[in-house]
């Protein structure tokens, strides 16, 4: 007992050293159901094993019949004997970790969804954060990972409302992040867009894309882009911009599948 008890006051401040944080974001004071406190008793362990490297441990945590993996547009089918190679053959485990915005839904006395998000930091320092859902079900009195969705924005590109709507009159303000090597194939506005770039770089050709030449925006540039004007962006490096706007506006893509901002 002594000897458990040293080691995980070792464990914990390790991580507290690393500056990496394991709980799942209960605030203080709420009070949960006993079954959403086994979740996340049980989300802070798993990520506990990720940090730590425990390939055999992660494997455990599925379900015995296997568990579906989902993730940007894919979808597989895992045996546990086939996730138990995969977790200590494989797989290597990352440099940090911490579970964001986690929510637990009780289904059913055994069975539950769980979502949120992760940032992952690999081993060679590459950041991201991923979108996270997963369903568990209880088996032999232990909850177990059945179907689990891991996907990361591909685009590079995440956004946040200042103000306004996009899809209701009035103004419309929103802040934007560009990760390194984002872009934006080419599409039109239907409004014009009035762009500042608040840190970072910005990559843009505008017009007839034929002819049009390459324009860099640098920190505190501010320019427009007129409404129903071809062009395409991109970033070298992480960049926030902040877009007003006057809604609503569309966005029309030359093609179907290409992302937009």
């Known amino acids: 007992m002594k000897t458990t008890l040293i080691l ?27 079954a959403e406190q ?21 494997a455990n945590r599925y379900d015995t019949r296997g568990y579906y993996s989902l993730g940007n547009g894919n979808k597989q089918f895992f045996t546990l004997d086939e996730a138990k190679v995969r977790y200590t053959t494989r797989w290597t485990g990352p440099k940090g970790f911490a579970w964001k915005d986690m929510a637990f839904e009780i289904l059913s006395p055994d069975s539950a969804s769980v979502t949120g ?9 590459d950041k991201g954060t991923l979108s996270y ?47 390194p090597g984002a872009s934006v194939s080419a599409h039109k506005h239907t409004a014009d867009m009035k762009i500042t770039v608040k840190s970072g770089k910005k ?30 962006e991109w970033w070298e490096n992480e960049t926030v911009e902040d877009i007003e706007m006057t809604a609503p506006t569309t966005t029309i893509r030359a093609v179907p599948s290409s992302p937009r901002p």
Do not use: C
């Open 203 to 232: 990559f843009i050709l505008m017009g007839d894309l034929n002819t049009a030449k390459v324009q860099v925006f640098e920190t505190g540039s501010t320019f427009v882009i007129p409404a129903n004007t071809w062009h395409v």
């Open 133 to 179: 859902s997963a369903v568990l079900v209880r088996s032999g009195g232990q909850w177990r990972i059945r179907v689990e969705d891991e996907s990361f924005n591909s685009m590079g590109l995440t956004t946040k409302t200042i103000i306004g709507n996009r899809n209701k009159p009035g103004p419309y303000r929103f802040s934007l992040t560009a990760q």
């Open 117 to 125: 998000l992760f940032d992952w930091e690999s081993p060679s320092g």
């Open 38 to 58: 086994e979740l996340r008793a049980f989300y802070d362990a798993y990520a506990d094993d990720l940090l730590h490297n425990r390939g055999e441990a992660i």
């Open 8 to 34: 995980t006051i070792i464990s914990l401040l390790a991580v507290a050293a690393s500056g990496q944080t394991l709980k799942t974001g209960l605030p203080s004071g709420i009070k949960v159901s006993p």
